[in-house]
């Protein structure tokens, strides 16, 4: 496994950084499909680094150009595993649901997005904003003990329910958003922790789509979810963005989990685009990779090859 070495920006990227352990703004960059190698490495840099990243005044950018500029970074996946609400993008709308819950994005498929870029298109007249936390400081903040036992388990996660329709939508755009949701059952076993493919650092796995721990009982696999869940959550684990139109966010989905927040009233919309980009299949401390219970996912994502120690 590689471990790449944070690099010094290019000349005119400003990285802002907005925590101790996760989050920066980024200036001086105006995104696209035409960026520049330096631009492209100060980026992919500033997000190794921060785990989530932000750009203000990205007005001109259309759906295309933000599909051109993902290239850049990586491969794109189709949209979503069972979700076809776009060609290039998968559409966050309020009107299908507000995902107000903790997630690693697509932790039901083995190979976990690597990243997300996205962009904001509609927003309420207030609220609305979101925070990501980081698995990594989590993970390093935990006593021994704690860590041994993370890197022990193993959870088993499912797409069975959609985490975007617990909130606040149409009864009837609900239940079909539901039904395409469930349209094919995915199950997948990752360990708890697992090591980031090119930084090296070790990170929390879990998430809203955990069904159980493996070898556990269902009230023993809640009580350690929730555990770990809280250390993931932790206030000073978190950065807090509040979105204008014009703005981009990108998160490492191997680093982070995230939130919506629903501090929104149900006549006001909300609607971000967003692209994921290719990742490898996960693999714990022990080198043991995630795998499939059930579903196919090599219609979402050609997997990347697991890089070279």
Same mark, same amino acid.
């Given at each position: 496994?590689?471990?790449? *070495?944070?690099?010094?920006?290019? /000349? ?5 950084? &907005? ?24 980026? *992919? ?20 150009? !933000? +599909? ?10 189709? $949209? ?32 976990? %997005? ?9 927003? $309420? ?11 990594? /400081?989590?993970?390093? /903040?935990?006593?021994? %003990? &704690?860590?041994?036992? @993370? ?9 069975? +329910? ?9 009864? !009837?755009?609900?239940? /079909? ?7 094919? +059952?995915?199950?997948?076993?990752? $360990? ?13 796995? &879990? ?8 070898? &556990? ?8 979810? !929730?555990?770990? !869940? ?9 950065? *807090? ?12 989905? *191997? ?47 050609? @997997? ?6």
């Amino acid at each position: 496994m590689s471990v790449e *070495r944070f690099a010094e920006p290019a /000349a005119d990227v400003r990285v802002v950084k &907005l925590g101790a352990h996760i989050g920066a703004r980024v200036d001086g960059v105006r995104l696209g499909g035409g960026l520049d190698a330096p631009t492209v490495a100060a980026i *992919r840099a500033a997000l190794n680094e921060h785990r989530v990243i932000f750009f203000r005044g990205q007005d001109h950018l259309t759906e295309d150009g !933000q +599909y051109e500029f993902a290239e850049l970074l990586g491969a794109p996946t189709t $949209p979503h595993p069972t979700l076809t609400t776009g060609a290039k993008s998968l559409a966050i709308d309020s009107q299908h649901g507000r995902s107000n819950v903790w997630h690693t994005d697509v932790t039901f498929v083995d190979r976990v %997005p690597q990243a997300s870029i996205l962009r904001a298109v509609t927003l $309420p007249s207030y609220g609305g904003s979101t925070t990501w936390a980081s698995t990594v /400081a989590a993970y390093e /903040a935990l006593p021994e %003990p &704690l860590k041994r036992l @993370a890197e022990s388990l193993r959870a088993r996660h499912t797409n069975r +329910y959609d985490y975007a329709t617990e909130g606040r939508a149409s009864e !009837q755009n609900s239940a /079909a958003y539901r039904r395409e949701f469930e349209s094919t +059952y995915f199950e997948t076993e990752h $360990p708890v922790v697992e090591v980031h493919p090119v930084t090296g650092e070790r990170a929390l796995l &879990l998430g809203c789509f955990v069904k159980e721990l493996v070898g &556990l009982s269902g009230s023993e696999s809640r009580a350690l979810f !929730q555990l770990f !869940q809280n250390r993931i959550t932790r206030l000073e684990n978190t950065t *807090r963005w509040d979105w204008q139109l014009g703005d981009v966010a990108i998160w490492d989905n *191997r680093a982070t989990q995230h939130y919506a927040i629903d501090d929104y009233d149900g006549g006001e919309h909300r609607k971000l685009t967003r692209i994921t980009l290719s990742g490898e299949i996960p693999a714990g401390i022990d080198g043991a990779r995630s795998t499939v219970i059930a579903g196919d996912a090599g219609y979402y994502s050609d @997997a990347e090859a697991p890089r070279a120690a």
